[in-house]
């Protein structure tokens, strides 16, 4: 008799989410949050989201691992050709995602310092748990870095 185990893991717990509406490009956008940041973004290849099997958008893709701080930078375009990768939030053109431990405090202040940039309208939290596809997102997301990670032949965590 065969059995199933089934395995529920929730990667919303290990992330937090920033929302970034802004007019501006995403090297520029990307070339502010290093700076302001004081990370070091790095465009790879566009991550590819298939909602609709006909439709294949190509979202920009950035990604920064600190050392310091064992923490991952994730920048996303969120609008291509009137489609959302987000579609629950059409009010976001770029989302920054990062993974690893950090304190509410300098989660508050990297939104604090990004809505203080030039040409940037807003910056807010996203909540997470209130998305139901979040999960499947942050799931792709991660497989996309690793396939990123393969076909640059570079280490997982150095870029």
Known sequence: ?????????????????IGISSHLKDYKLCWNLNNI??????????????????????????????????CFYYLLSNKKNNSFLIEKMPE?????LMKGYMNQQKINDIVINIKKTTNILTAFLINMEK??????????IELHYINVIKETGSHLLIN
Do not use: C, P, W
């Not at 008799?1 to 989410?17: G, Q, V």
């Not at 979040?134 to 792709?140: A, I, K, S």
């Open 37 to 70: 940041l004081e990370i070091n973004l790095q465009k790879n290849n566009n991550f590819i989201s298939s909602k609709k099997k006909s439709n294949l958008e190509e979202y920009s893709f950035y990604h920064y691992y600190d050392l310091n701080q064992r």
């Open 1 to 17: 008799m065969k059995k199933f185990i089934s395995f529920e893991y929730n990667l919303t717990e290990e992330y937090h989410a």
């Open 92 to 96: 976001t053109d770029y989302v920054l």
């Open 131 to 140: 998305y139901n596809e979040m999960n499947g997102f942050l799931t792709d």
